[in-house]
């Protein structure tokens, strides 16, 4: 069965420092992964997916299959990058299976 | 373009009695889906239409779940009776055919159930 799984529920970096948040998933098929952000009163939505192998608002995400892996990193932090961030597993007739979540916290 | 639009935004009530949620997704969006996020946990998909058919809804408790999609537009989704362990935030999503994944999410709807 397809899991997604983010290990650390809560991370504070200090502004201008590198952020990585982790995600690890388990799934039989081809993944096909995405991060998604909830932005404080806002609603959820897409951060990005790894198939456009692009950057969006400074984050990047390569996908490990050897690892199993789809980390999210920046290499410096914001401010404004303060909130909760869900790594996504598409898999059968485009579903997405989350994981728990990671909140973070930007330190000024 | 106008984004996927949920009522209520919040609703209190106490167990046994029911709740009913609507969902009005971007216009010219073939999917919907309805997700359940308990505080702490991840949304978990309860049901997904393409259109007004059920694609998915295995996860769906059946025996006080419903949901429907009239028309293949806007989506309501029932809980009779309702349980403490349903207090929840209740999502909408959609999204357009061949999506690859990329889903638009409407505010939510906070139930608590007392």
């Known amino acids: 069965a397809q899991r997604v799984t983010q290990p650390e529920k809560l991370l504070s970096v200090f502004k201008g420092a590198p952020v990585e948040l982790k995600c690890n998933y388990s799934y039989s098929g081809s993944p096909e992964l995405f991060w998604y952000v909830q932005y404080s009163r806002q609603r959820l939505q897409l951060l990005l997916r790894?198939?456009s192998r692009e950057s969006i608002k400074g984050f990047t995400a390569d996908l490990n299959k050897g690892e199993t892996s789809f980390h999210l990193k920046k290499p410096f932090a914001q401010e404004e990058d303060s909130a909760m961030y869900y790594c996504a597993l598409l898999f059968g007739n485009e579903k997405l299976t989350f994981g728990t979540g990671t909140r973070l916290t930007i330190i000024p | 373009e106008a984004g996927v639009a949920q009522s209520p935004r919040y609703k209190i009530i106490e167990k046994r009695q029911s709740v009913a949620f609507w969902c009005n997704p971007i216009s010219g969006h073939a999917t919907l889906y309805w997700y359940q996020q308990i505080l702490g946990q991840g949304p978990k998909l309860l049901i997904q239409f393409q259109n007004n058919g059920v694609v998915d809804d295995s996860q769906l408790p059946k025996d006080r779940f419903s949901a429907e999609r009239l028309k293949g537009v806007d989506s309501t989704l029932k809980i009779q009776p309702a349980k403490l362990e349903d207090s929840a935030v209740y999502l909408c999503?959609?999204?357009?055919?061949?999506?690859?994944?990329?889903?638009?999410f409407g505010p939510g709807t906070r139930l608590t159930v007392t």
């Open positions: 999503a959609s999204s357009p055919r061949g999506s690859l994944g990329e889903q638009y």
């Open positions: 790894h198939i």
